[in-house]
């Protein structure tokens, strides 16, 4: 357990609104993503922070923000749901062992959104 | 082009018997690391493996172990003993360079693996 919780853990929305979902981990690791995962494309990264309000884009940021103003907060907003953003959202956190040698990446619960 | 590749969507296994689950990877870099995930149905993302590239000795966890041939890009995933709470999906997953400098993984698009009782 990685000490990593993701709220809410479902939540259905209706399109134009804004939508925020947050990412908590306990340990004050310094990196931390956000992917959506969908049929037919497995996990896709939107954004991801290496340390307080350091953050940086992936491959499908389009649509979306994040916000890392605490080591152990990261929060993702859709500015303004679209139907295409129903997905399943899941934060993560790397973790270092043996210098830099190996890291590895551990999962919160994921956030079922829908959009209507 | 997909720099990993699963090629198996669905793979059915008979309980106890082992399976391999295929991953092969595209990169240029000479320094990488290859991760195996489990997700089961209640969707959970599980680290299971992991295997540098400059590591010397394929990578072992319990009854999983990675068969890694460079020369082949390849890291398939070996299951040995198969359960039933081993039906899931398995993803694979590079991380191109250093860790130090890089941490985004590349991620395949899983096999679903059934065990049948």
């Known amino acids: 357990d990685a000490g990593i919780t993701q709220s809410p853990r479902h939540k259905v929305t209706e399109t134009g609104t804004p939508v925020t979902l947050r990412c908590h981990q306990t340990?004050?690791?310094?990196?931390m993503y956000w992917y959506r995962q969908d049929p037919g494309h497995g996990l896709r990264l939107i954004h991801y922070?290496?340390?307080?309000?350091?953050?940086d884009k992936g491959e499908v940021s389009d649509g979306y923000s994040v916000s890392r103003s605490k080591t152990e907060d990261f929060l993702l907003t859709l500015e303004s749901a679209t139907s295409s953003q129903t997905s399943v959202y899941f934060c993560?956190?790397?973790?270092?062992?043996?210098?830099?040698?190996?890291?590895?990446?551990?999962f919160g619960p994921g956030t079922r959104l829908t959009v209507l | 082009a997909q720099k990993i590749t699963q090629t198996q969507p669905g793979m059915f296994v008979q309980e106890k018997e082992a399976v391999t689950l295929d991953c092969t990877y595209d990169?240029?870099?000479?320094?990488?690391?290859l991760f195996w995930y489990k997700q089961p149905s209640s969707g959970e993302m599980i680290f299971l493996i992991y295997?540098?590239?400059?590591d010397q000795q394929n990578a072992t966890e319990g009854r999983y172990s990675l068969n890694f041939q460079k020369a082949r890009k390849s890291a398939n995933l070996v299951i040995s003993a198969s359960q039933l709470g081993d039906s899931a999906m398995y993803f694979c997953?590079?991380?191109?360079?250093?860790?130090?400098?890089?941490?985004?993984?590349?991620w395949g698009l899983g096999t679903s693996l059934a065990v049948n009782p």
């Open positions: 997953a590079m991380r191109e360079g250093d860790a130090g400098n890089n941490r985004k993984l590349i």
């Open positions: 340990e004050n690791h310094r990196y």
């Open positions: 295997q540098g590239s400059y």
């Open positions: 922070s290496y340390g307080v309000k350091d953050t």
């Open positions: 990169t240029s870099d000479p320094s990488y690391g």
């Open positions: 993560a956190i790397s973790v270092t062992s043996g210098g830099t040698s190996t890291d590895t990446q551990y």
